[in-house]
Antibody, heavy 125, light 108 residues
Framework: QVQLVQSGAEVKKPGASVKVSCKAS????????ISWVRQAPGQGLEWMGW????????NYAQKLQGRVTMTTDTSTSTAYMELRSLRSDDTAVYYC??????????????????WGQGTMVTVSS | DIQMTQSPSSLSASVGDRVTITCRAS??????LNWYQQKPGKAPKLLIY???SLQSGVPSRFSGSGSGTDFTLTISSLQPEDFATYYC??????????FGPGTKVDIK
């Protein structure tokens, strides 16, 4: 079945970096983009950015520009999100999500149709 | 950036109730609006896309409407498994997506 499986929980010190992986299966990896979304404890969803699995093009949320890098490895159908210079407010569950075009009467709309199970990243000294 | 707001932020309802959640965009987003359901400790799940289209496998008691800046998610008869947090999300800005702050639906 179509699924995204993420790497395990991480504990990092302030100033360190973290790299989370997201392995896709059940579909043609290069036909879709992958977005990363995070959720701080008790808070809502924050979109972090997007990467095309086809050509590696990226677009990042402005507040994370310069600290985040998203990459893919098409040979293993895996997407990666690296966040640098970690701070305590980066503590969150990090999700990868497939960005799939949805065809509707109103037109084609992009939606996050498949999600990974989430990876808890804790930043603490 | 397009900002999304939702109301109410939380609500209490009983099984069988009709529930309506509102989402508003800071500018017109046509029908580029999606709804997600999230249960505690779980990843979000796509319910509605393009404002009113039901994602495959989602029960028909869920429906969406609206266009432009104002949207609604309606649950026609609330079931025990529907107690969750609901988020709207705009896909109008190309590759610059934003979510609403969420609406928590709990048991009265």
């Amino acid at each position: 079945q179509v699924q995204l499986v993420q790497s395990g929980a991480e504990v990092k010190k302030p100033g360190a970096s973290v790299k989370v992986s997201c392995k896709a299966s059940g579909y043609t990896f290069t036909s879709y983009g992958i977005s990363w979304v995070r959720q701080a404890p008790g808070q809502g969803l924050e979109w972090m950015g997007w990467i095309s699995a086809y050509n590696g093009n990226t677009n990042y949320a402005q507040k994370l520009q310069g600290r985040v890098t998203m990459t893919t490895d098409t040979s293993t159908s895996t997407a990666y999100m690296e966040l640098r210079s970690l701070r305590s407010d980066d503590t969150a569950v990090y999700y990868c999500a497939r960005l799939g075009p949805r065809i509707a009467v109103a037109g084609t709309v992009d939606a996050f149709d498949i999600w990974g199970q989430g990876t808890m990243v804790t930043v603490s000294s | 950036d397009i900002q999304m707001t939702q109301s109410p932020s939380s609500l209490s309802a009983s099984v069988g109730d009709r529930v309506t959640i509102t989402c508003r965009a800071s500018q017109s987003i046509s029908s580029y609006l999606n709804w997600y359901q999230q249960k505690p400790g779980k990843a979000p799940k796509l319910l509605i896309y393009a404002a009113s289209s039901l994602q495959s496998g989602v029960p028909s008691r869920f429906s969406g409407s609206g266009s432009g800046t104002d949207f609604t998610l309606t649950i026609s008869s609330l079931q025990p498994e529907d107690f969750a947090t609901y988020y709207c999300q705009q896909s109008y800005s190309t590759l610059l997506f934003t979510f609403g702050p969420g609406t928590k639906v709990d048991i009265k």
